[in-house]
């Protein structure tokens, strides 16, 4: 299939994983980056279940566990140490018939071990999409250049491009907040080193997991009417932000020298993610917000699915709406989900939190279970 011209806006992590499993179908498609190299944004990631069955079909879900720390389970908890909720990852990745568990690991060291499985000529950088043709199909570019395609993927994050172009009346919404990440060379407490933790208090939250041996990620999220007013904190001011949670949470923020500060933005479900022969795939077709850790599980969802339906159907239009029958309705339902988690871990009002701590308290574990086992089962 060589003969067929397949062009990839974005080199994310969805971009990365649609040039991989495009190749793995016989296709070489050409990613254009606008950066000058690959900076990955952010710090850590937890990839659940779903996301390291994609990374298997891949090729490159050992290499992610290597570089990684593979997590036992994931523990909500209040700012008093009591639990509200606890999942055993592996069992419930197990019953869905999945064989690995979620794993944390460094953004950077995602995206170093997709790049490396991909031939330096399939990466093109510091060229910068403009606009999108989705007749011909053909990008423009920035520099005023055009390159005309049998299709065109667009992996170009939140602030598309692709999008922009073929829906233009589609926006991003802001979620009420902002998120504060870090990475710290510091180990945590053996009881939550295989954990992934996440802290509810009033109006805030905290979560954090190993990375590695001697580090750590964590990420903070604070309530924030608009995202002008974005408070641009330093460690200090932020671990003071959080001095009323337990151990580590001050500690680790304290010790963070480069904190990355992003507004909390999702993208409302879109009509449809194609037209002709333009598709969207990752942020760009279904941004979500973090609270459900399926963000970029979902993108290499994406990148698996819409490779097998142009391997079944050829390049064409009945490809692309097969890939988004498939992957629409399990996209846009999960970034629902991760927009009520959001809203219930940011309630302010005592009162209100006092309800929402009784009702995830008694929840029955097979009722969080079944919920669980939802988000991770796949269909591929």
């Given at each position: 299939?060589?003969?067929?011209?397949?062009?990839?806006?974005?080199?994310?992590?969805?971009?990365?994983?649609?040039?991989?499993?495009?190749?793995?179908?016989?296709?070489?498609?050409?990613?254009?980056?606008?950066?000058?190299?690959?900076?990955?944004?952010?710090?850590?990631?937890?990839?659940?279940?779903?996301?390291?069955?994609?990374?298997?079909?891949?090729?490159?879900?050992?290499?992610?566990?290597?570089?990684?720390?593979?997590?036992?389970r994931?523990?909500?908890?209040?700012?008093?140490?009591?639990?509200?909720?606890?999942?055993?990852?592996r069992?419930?990745a197990?019953?869905?018939?999945?064989e690995?568990?979620?794993?944390?690991i460094?953004?950077?060291?995602?995206?170093?071990?997709?790049?490396?499985?991909?031939?330096?000529?399939?990466?093109?950088?510091?060229?910068e999409?403009?606009?999108?043709?989705?007749?011909?199909?053909?990008?423009?570019?920035?520099?005023?250049?055009?390159?005309?395609?049998?299709l065109?993927?667009?992996?170009?994050?939140?602030?598309?491009?692709?999008?922009?172009?073929?829906?233009?009346?589609?926006?991003?919404?802001?979620?009420?907040?902002?998120?504060?990440?870090?990475?710290?060379?510091?180990?945590?407490?053996?009881?939550?080193?295989?954990?992934?933790?996440?802290?509810?208090?009033?109006?805030?939250?905290?979560?954090?997991?190993?990375v590695?041996?001697?580090?750590?990620?964590?990420?903070?999220v604070?309530?924030?009417?608009?995202?002008?007013?974005?408070p641009e904190?330093?460690a200090?001011?932020?671990?003071?932000?959080?001095?009323?949670?337990?151990?580590?949470?001050?500690?680790?923020?304290?010790?963070?020298?480069?904190?990355v500060?992003?507004?909390?933005?999702?993208?409302?479900?879109?009509e449809?993610?194609?037209?002709?022969?333009?598709?969207?795939?990752?942020?760009?077709?279904?941004?979500?917000?973090?609270?459900?850790?399926?963000?970029?599980?979902?993108?290499?969802?994406?990148?698996?699915?819409?490779?097998?339906?142009?391997?079944?159907?050829g390049?064409?239009?009945?490809?692309?709406?097969?890939?988004?029958?498939?992957?629409?309705?399990?996209?846009?339902?999960?970034?629902?989900?991760?927009?009520?988690?959001?809203?219930?871990?940011?309630?302010?009002?005592?009162?209100?939190?006092?309800?929402?701590?009784?009702?995830?308290?008694?929840?029955?574990?097979?009722?969080m279970?079944?919920?669980?086992?939802?988000?991770?089962?796949?269909?591929?």
């Amino acid at each position: 299939m060589t003969d067929v011209s397949i062009s990839i806006l974005g080199g994310g992590i969805g971009g990365l994983c649609a040039a991989l499993a495009l190749r793995q179908v016989g296709f070489e498609p050409t990613v254009y980056e606008r950066t000058d190299e690959l900076r990955p944004v952010g710090s850590g990631i937890w990839i659940p279940p779903n996301g390291m069955a994609a990374l298997a079909v891949l090729g490159v879900a050992e290499a992610v566990e290597e570089r990684g720390v593979a997590l036992d389970r994931t523990v909500i908890r209040t700012t008093t140490g009591r639990t509200l909720t606890s999942t055993d990852l592996r069992a419930r990745a197990s019953a869905v018939g999945l064989e690995r568990t979620m794993v944390s690991i460094r953004r950077s060291a995602l995206q170093d071990v997709l790049v490396d499985r991909l031939p330096d000529d399939s990466l093109e950088l510091g060229v910068e999409g403009a606009a999108v043709d989705p007749e011909r199909p053909a990008i423009r570019f920035a520099d005023g250049t055009e390159r005309t395609t049998d299709l065109v993927v667009g992996a170009d994050g939140i602030r598309s491009i692709t999008r922009r172009t073929l829906f233009p009346e589609q926006s991003v919404r802001y979620a009420d907040g902002v998120t504060y990440r870090g990475l710290v060379e510091t180990p945590l407490p053996d009881r939550a080193s295989r954990d992934a933790t996440a802290i509810w208090g009033r109006s805030k939250r905290f979560g954090y997991s190993a990375v590695g041996r001697n580090r750590a990620w964590w990420f903070a999220v604070l309530p924030v009417d608009a995202p002008d007013e974005v408070p641009e904190l330093g460690a200090d001011e932020l671990a003071e932000r959080y001095d009323d949670f337990p151990d580590p949470v001050s500690d680790l923020v304290a010790a963070t020298d480069r904190l990355v500060r992003t507004p909390l933005t999702d993208l409302p479900p879109l009509e449809r993610w194609h037209r002709n022969r333009v598709t969207l795939l990752g942020d760009a077709a279904h941004a979500m917000t973090p609270n459900l850790a399926q963000g970029s599980a979902q993108a290499m969802e994406d990148a698996v699915v819409l490779a097998a339906c142009l391997r079944e159907q050829g390049v064409g239009r009945r490809a692309l709406h097969e890939y988004e029958s498939r992957r629409k309705p399990r996209a846009d339902r999960i970034s629902r989900q991760s927009r009520l988690q959001g809203r219930l871990g940011q309630l302010e009002r005592p009162i209100l939190t006092g309800v929402r701590n009784a009702v995830f308290r008694l929840m029955p574990s097979a009722v969080m279970g079944r919920q669980v086992e939802r988000q991770f089962a796949v269909d591929f």
